[in-house]
Antibody, heavy 119, light 111 residues
Framework: QVQLVQSGAEVKKPGASVTVSCKTY????????IHWVRQAPGQRLEWMGW????????EYLKKLKGRISITRDTSATTAYMELSSLTSEDTAVYYC????????????WGQGSLVTVSS | DVVMTQTPLSSPVTLGQPASISCRSS???????????LTWLHQRPGQPPRLLIS???KRFSGVPDRFSGSGAGTDFTLRISRVEAEDVGVYYC?????????FGQGTKLEI
């Protein structure tokens, strides 16, 4: 079955880092990019960045550069999103997605991972 | 970044009746390749978003034909011909023509 399965909820203190994983199933991992999108409480969805499943190239939202790192492990068919120097504003549900914008009509989303930043 | 503005933000609807949501972008979404990357997503409570319509009017696999999209340039509309109970949730317009992709603030459809 084609699906994206994310890691579980995390609680982090301000200043810490968090890594969310996204395990893919049922398709050729290296043929698609994996994007990360977050949804903070009461805020609109925000695209964060993506990694090319084949060559590992990445692109990030400008305001997150320096704090975000998206990587992939082709042997594990898994993508990872690490966000550092966390603040309360990073409290959100984080989603990984294949083609979230429907550009190639292959859209698929993970179930979401809640990251709570609290002292 | 391109700003996506949806109206209304909340829409009470009656089962079996039509509904529509408007979306306006701060810049034209016509790409130089001739495509317009305007997408509609639907999110039910506690679930991830799912793709409804891409490129203004192309329904994703499995999406009922009561959903339709229209528009061009900066103004777009999602229409539901006859609302069903499963249609509740939040609808988002999204643009992917310009980097970075950006989302509307969402329209909550309530029965």
């Amino acid at each position: 079955q084609v699906q994206l399965v994310q890691s579980g909820a995390e609680v982090k203190k301000p200043g810490a880092s968090v890594t969310v994983s996204c395990k893919t199933y049922g398709y050729i991992f290296t043929s698609y990019a994996i994007h990360w999108v977050r949804q903070a409480p009461g805020q609109r969805l925000e695209w964060m960045g993506w990694v090319n499943g084949g060559d590992g190239k990445t692109e990030y939202l400008k305001k997150l550069k320096g704090r975000i790192s998206i990587t992939r492990d082709t042997s594990a068919t898994t993508a990872y999103m690490e966000l550092s120097s966390l603040t309360s504003e990073d409290t959100a549900v984080y989603y990984c997605a294949r083609d979230p914008f429907g550009v190639i009509e292959q859209s698929l989303w993970g179930q979401g991972s809640l990251v709570t930043v609290s002292s | 970044d391109v700003v996506m503005t949806q109206t209304p933000l909340s829409s009470p609807v009656t089962l079996g009746q039509p509904a529509s949501i408007s979306c306006r972008s701060s810049q034209s979404l016509l790409h130089t390749n001739g495509n317009t990357y305007l997408t509609w997503l639907h999110q039910r409570p506690g679930q991830p978003p799912r793709l409804l319509i891409s490129k203004i009017s192309k329904r994703f696999s499995g999406v009922p034909d009561r959903f339709s999209g229209s528009g061009a340039g900066t103004d777009f509309t999602l229409r539901i011909s006859r609302v069903e109970a499963e249609d509740v949730g939040v609808y988002y317009c999204v643009q992917a023509t310009h980097f970075p992709g950006t989302f509307g603030q969402g329209t909550k459809l309530e029965i």
